[in-house]
């Protein structure tokens, strides 16, 4: 059984090529490689970022931490689009993408946090009683105005699912289309209501909901410091409120799923924090500055083409897209690495709790830096993430130092019994061995080397190289370089109040003060610490 659950078969490929590799180890450098190789080859046309799908599934793995993805202005839709693929063709989550749109900062917080979690041709997520009664309310008052009847309906170029009829109604009435996410069995009217069942069926059961597991959101600079705070009071309570009518007292709230992701991506800017309220930033976990390659632009282009309804053919075109039921990736394989990632099998020595520690409080108090937003969540953020690398082994070169190490007993066994004598060579191995030569290897052996033979008693230990790697995407998102020297905590000692700032552009001179990005500042610090 664990043979024919450890191989995978793509009927697109050729029939010499029709063996998808097998997933690696967890915890060993080659299981991100092969996961990597196991994707492209189950869905080669899918475009792939390495970085983007490494930095989600590290947010998955630690518990569902939220996490934020910056690249530069020009890439920020086809960003999300790779984010939205991740999460819905790789992981099989229910996804949701929306845009804030740069008018939206007069949008009450009512109706912004709504709008993040639902489609606009959804609505929230209420039986029909609520709904009619609703409607009978708002039918003896003012009628909502159009800005905020529009808001919610913000474009997106790439649609995870969606149907052509509906799409065709859309396009009709002016607005992009949106497909709803829902409960298995769930039925929508035309409208976004529910069939009466189903509704009673809904409130019957409180684990049902209609929320998306996974929300992409670009755009989020732009609303105001009201709908930060009710979005980030959302992500505290882990509960989502419809309320339609301010002063109603009959509302639908719903809680998140527990397996919930936030997923922001904002402009990148390498001294600045996102342009977010602070209090919000914090709960965002990891922040990755994204540099799409070239060949996956090139591959998310192609793939746009062919997701086009220009291009369908016409008996296609009238079949609506299939929701990702069936992800690429086993079911099983995300609550195993999570259930992986805990202290029960990854150990953290006291020894690098306190290098955590001092990584961070060095960052808070570098002269240079605004740390003020370094604290307790931001260690314990680390700790989780530092444990979840250690797992996915994301080509951590610390660990694959002793590779060849532990594949010599077979070489020490067939030597003479009577030396005293063991010959080790170490190497830095490379970043990412390829897991196609792995997989033929272990079946040219006999071997099984794959994730669901993970004795549950292993145990690993964390790295000095984790840490390195995991810490200084905890807290880059959370600093800010300081603007001079006049900036700092006890400037005014040796600074006038009105002494002249140092004009822009001469900070390259010799004598004047130079405004270092935070990645390099972070560099010079992990070396001193």
Known sequence: MGDTSSVYYHSDLPQS????????????????????????????????????????????????????????EEDIVVVQNLAALVFANIFGYATHKHRVSPSSGSIPPSSFVPSIFSSPYQGAPTSRMDSSSRRAKRSQSHPIPDDHRRHGRQASELDVSSSSSQRERANKSGFPFRAPFHAPGTRFGPSGSTDPESSRALHRSSSTSLLPTAVVVTGLEHASVPCHRALLRTLLENRVTFDEDPGSVNHASWDLPEDFVFVCICPFDPRERPSVHKSLLDKFSLSVPVALHPSTRQAYTAYLASQSPGTRSPSQASTPAQQPTAPILPRDLLPRLRSLSTPAHVNIHASLRLYIADLIGAARHHHELDGTL??????????????????????????????????????????????????VHLQWAGIVPSAMSLSSRS?????????????????????????AKVVPRVISHRLRVRDGPEDEMMAGVVYLATAPRVPAGVESNEGVWRRRTVKEILVKLIGDV
Not at 459 to 467: G, T
């Open 17 to 72: 090529q029709n063996i998808v590799p097998r997933l690696g180890t967890p915890g060993t450098p080659d299981f991100f490689a092969s996961l990597l190789d196991f994707i492209r080859a189950t869905a080669p046309d899918l475009p792939l970022d390495p970085v983007i799908l490494q930095a989600i599934s590290l947010c998955v793995m630690a518990g569902n931490k939220h996490v934020l993805l910056r690249p530069r």
């Open 374 to 423: 370094l604290g307790a969540r931001c260690v314990q953020d680390a700790e989780a993430l530092v444990r979840a690398h250690r797992v996915l082994g994301a080509g951590d070169v610390g660990s694959a130092l002793v590779e060849r190490a532990a594949a010599l007993p077979a070489m020490s066994a067939a030597g003479s019994p009577g030396s005293l004598h063991a010959s």
């Open 443 to 467: 079946d040219a052996s006999g071997t099984e080397a794959d994730w669901l033979h993970v004795d549950p008693r292993e145990k690993w230990d964390v790295s000095e190289v984790d840490v």
